[in-house]
Structures are given as C-alpha cells and as structure tokens.
C-alpha cells in the first residue's frame, strides 16, 4: 500500500530496488573468442544459461569501437541476455542505446575488489563471484555491535548496515538494520532486518520467540510461527515474497 | 556519605512499598543510620506500611517548597532510634517534585545517614524517574509473572539510561533483583514463572526471593514492616535480603516446596 495525495488510480509505483546482477567483465572485444569461452562455460554449468540478466561491463577494454551488436547475439546465442553496459566511451554509449540496452557509467573505486577474483576458479564460484549489486548500489557499511540484553521498550538501529546484538532481545524491545541482524542470544521481541527495502538480508537467532519477524517490509508474528521452530537456532530469509526459517544446524 | 538505594518496579502492586519498608527497617536493625522515602506523591502509602501515619506533619513536598525543613519533615521510628521515614504528600501531584528540590534533599540527607531508601511510584513517568535519577542502587522488584516482568525489564532499561549515573557516565546503578510473593507450589505446577527463567530474561543477580506468605498482609495492616516478625518466612526472606545488600553471602530459601510433615499435613499447620 503507498499513501498518495491525488485519488486518481495509479497504473505504476517507482521503487528503488537492489537487485543481483551478473556483470559479464570482457577482457577481449572478439566476438568469435567469447563465443568459444562461452560455448566451454555452457556445457560446464548449463543451469547458469537460463536467459540470465547480463550487464556487460567493458571498463578493462581499451576499444573505442567496440562490436556490440556482434557481443550481445553471441550472448543471446547462449542464453544470456544482455540489460545493460558499463562504462567505455560516447560511443559505446551511443550504440548501448542504439540497441535498445541501459548504459551506466564506469565506477572506478570498486575495480579492486573484481581483480581480487582469481581468474581460474570453479564454475559455480565464478558464477557466485560474478553476482554483485547494481553499480549505484551504496557502498558496504560498517556492522553495528551491541552488547548487553536489550530491554523493553528499547529500540537499537543500524540505518547503514548490518547490526549484531551480543545478548538477548526481550519481549517489547525492537531492532532494526538496513542489512541482516544477528542476535548471539534469545530473541523475544520485534527484529527488522532490510528496513530499507533490502530483500537479501536476514535475520539470525540463537533462540527464536520473536514477536514479530520482518524482512523488507515482510512480516511474520509470534502467532504466525511453527511452534515447533520455537527456541531453536534460527535464520530468517525472505524467498518468493514470504518469510522462511529454518534451522540453523 | 550515605549510599541511594532506589526501590523500583514498573509495575503497581508487586510490593515496592512493603520491600522498602522491610529493606529499611533490615538495615537499620544492623545498626545503619537509614531514612527511607516516599516518592508516590499523591498515593501516600509507606507511612502507613511503617505505622506512622499519624505523627505525619510535613512532607516531601513541603520541604522541597521551603514550606518546612528536612529536620520538621523527617519522622523517627518509635521501634528502631536510627530509621527515620520521610513522607510523601497526599494533597499534591507529582508535578510538585523538582530535580533540583530532589537532589538538595538527598545531598542533605546523604551527610547524616549511612542508607537512604527512595520507594519509587509505580509506573515510568516523573515520579518514577527522579525516584530513580540520584540512585546508586537498585531493587527491582518483580512478582513471578510475565506482566511484571516486562515492566521490570523496562524499568532495568531506564536505569541504565535516565539516571544521573548514566548521564554523567559514572559506573552504572548497580541492579539487583528482588523476587516477591513467590509461590514454589503454584510455580511447579506451571501456575507461575520460575526463578530460572525471570532471572535469564532479567539477567541481573538475584538479591532475595520473598515468599507469598501471611505474614505481609498482616504486617502492613499493622503497621509494623514485616522484618520484625522473625517468626515468618517473609520476615526472614527480607533479613536475609538486606545481609546479601550488606555484601555478605546467605544462601538462598524459600523457593522449593517445603516439605511438611504427616502430622504437619493432618492439623494443617500453615505458612506463618
């Protein structure tokens, strides 16, 4: 539900939303040698080519006219469909556009953290590794540790990034994080994990009574809880629009 | 220097009063100049619990207005020379409680005596608050029951941060948990919370367990605090409360199933 001033009906919401990316990161513009790594990566992990998502990045390209059309049949030869480039010149841009593709612009502070990648690894974990937010996502913030029970009535929250409470959460208190929240004790009040909308985060319990469960605005309370899940050691995550717990063991 | 204990709850009716008045009296019997007061402006109530009310002249809020001074104010004990109890107003409202009246009152009071016990309202407003504010301990008195215990828990959240302790970043109000009207039966039979499990949600050290026991009710009716009456369980729960208070180590009683005799059973000998 949104809270709108105008009472004509609406056809769309805008939302901001992080959604997992896969960024194809081209180390050669030829079309014919990316056709052949990806014909290799193909019958490694077929379960990957599922008309995937791709945003192509060329950042560690140096070719100002670069065969994009060429790139992105290759691709959706393959199963993979491009959305998007990311970085190169006017050019590049113009022909992203010309072909109906989103272009986002180079980002420079995060080419580290693809160059710790090792370049031969397991398909699977190439793949894992090859998943990150999208470029304008914000940068990874600090956790926020908190120790000691937190009492009713209380309310401890991380609006940046993740928060772990190093005690227990008592009935009537409330915890709230951007990211996931892990509590090294019981949990018996309310605990928000992603209050800004991120759907990955989660919440971790080492004795689950909680209250009430969120996970991006997803909801369960105490009442809608498998009593036999009660006290356990627990992770919250939300999968297909609903909360999941399962044990953790 | 006198050492703040504040007696406090959260919630109503789990016996802050009764605690006040036993602790008070526990401690002055050992030989501790102690004055005891009361905070609950409007519901006057200790004087009674400590049969004094009817030597009540001034109060609190006559001294914190300049209307009288801390010496008028102050009744002695006619039982215990060094216990003196300090009233609150029955005609005003906790609006009539200053910070600044508050603390002149426990600075004056902490030069004449070793203990002084603040026996806080019920609630989390005024009143409770500046009960509490000056404090260097506290009793926190809860009844084996999950209402009482949230509230204590919130009550314990306070402490540690709408004290003036907290404020100025001393070390903490040091906590301490007093059990009340704890019945070992009815806790077995699922009737009521057990000491394991308040003292785990609470997670502060346990300073006494005071059994459900006749003996309260008639102490309060009498006017006379129930640690006088050596012959009951209560009145040595509190005896044993204070001495754990004083830092000794008593072992804990009351909280398992006393076992009665046959004969006990047959002529119903009950609790005292």
């Known amino acids: ?249 | 220097m006198a050492k703040i204990i504040v007696v406090t709850s959260g919630k109503g009716g789990v016996g802050k009063t009764t605690s006040a008045a036993a602790i008070a009296t526990g401690l002055a019997l050992r030989g501790n100049k102690t004055v005891v007061i009361d905070f609950d402006v409007g519901l006057r109530n200790l004087d009674l619990i400590m049969g004094c009310e009817r030597r009540v002249v001034y109060d609190l809020v006559n001294v914190i207005q300049g209307e009288a001074n801390l010496k008028q104010a102050l009744i002695r004990d006619k039982r215990i020379d060094n216990l003196h109890i300090l009233p609150a107003s029955q005609t005003r409202d906790k609006d009539a409680l200053t910070q600044e009246g508050v603390e002149k009152i426990l600075i004056a009071l902490r030069e004449d005596f070793d203990y002084v016990i603040c026996d806080s309202p019920a609630g989390i407003e005024r009143g409770a608050q500046l009960a509490m504010y000056f404090a260097d301990e506290a009793v926190v008195v809860t009844n084996p029951e999950v209402s009482s215990v949230r509230d204590s828990d919130r009550i314990i959240g306070l402490l540690s941060s709408k004290t003036r302790r907290a404020e100025i970043g001393e070390s903490p109000v040091v906590e301490h948990l007093l059990i009340t009207r704890y019945h070992p039966a009815r806790v077995t039979g699922g009737d009521m919370l057990n000491l394991t499990d308040i003292q785990e949600i609470l997670s502060i050290p346990l300073i006494g367990l005071i059994p459900e026991s006749d003996a309260v009710l008639r102490a309060s009716n009498q006017g006379v605090p129930v640690t006088h009456d050596q012959k009951s369980d209560a009145g040595q729960a509190y005896v044993d409360c204070v001495s754990r208070l004083l830092g000794e180590e008593v072992p804990l009683r009351f909280h398992e199933i006393e076992k009665r005799s046959l004969l006990a059973r047959m002529f119903g000998g009950g609790r005292k």
């Open chain 1, 1 to 249: 539900m949104s809270l709108s001033t105008d009472r004509a009906p609406q056809a769309f919401i805008f939302k901001g939303g992080m959604l997992p990316m896969t960024v194809m990161e081209l180390v050669s513009g030829d079309p014919e040698q990316i056709r052949a790594q990806l014909a290799s990566k193909l019958s490694q992990s077929p379960a990957f080519f599922q008309h995937t998502p791709v945003v192509l990045s060329v950042e560690k390209l140096d070719e100002p006219h670069l065969a994009l059309e060429r790139i992105c049949a290759v691709c959706r030869g393959h199963k993979l469909l491009p959305v998007a480039v990311r970085g190169g010149g006017d050019p590049v841009r113009q022909s992203a556009w010309a072909l109906g593709l989103g272009w986002f612009p180079p980002q420079e502070s995060r080419g580290r953290t693809l160059e710790s990648v090792p370049p031969v690894a397991e398909p699977v974990a190439e793949a894992a590794s090859a998943i990150e937010p999208e470029p304008e996502a914000e940068p990874v913030h600090a956790s926020k540790v908190f120790r000691g029970t937190v009492r009713s009535g209380q309310q401890i929250s991380a609006s940046d990034g993740d928060l772990v409470i190093i005690g227990a959460v008592n009935a009537g208190a409330e915890i709230l994080a951007a990211g996931s929240v892990h509590i090294y004790g019981a949990l018996r009040g309310r605990a928000l994990a992603g209050i800004h909308g991120d759907r990955n985060a989660s919440i971790y319990c080492k004795e689950l009574h909680a209250e009430l469960l969120s996970v991006a605005g997803t909801y369960k309370r105490l009442d809608d809880i498998d009593n036999r899940l009660l006290g356990a050691s627990v992770e919250v995550v939300l999968e297909h629009d609903q909360l999941c717990i399962a044990r953790l063991n």
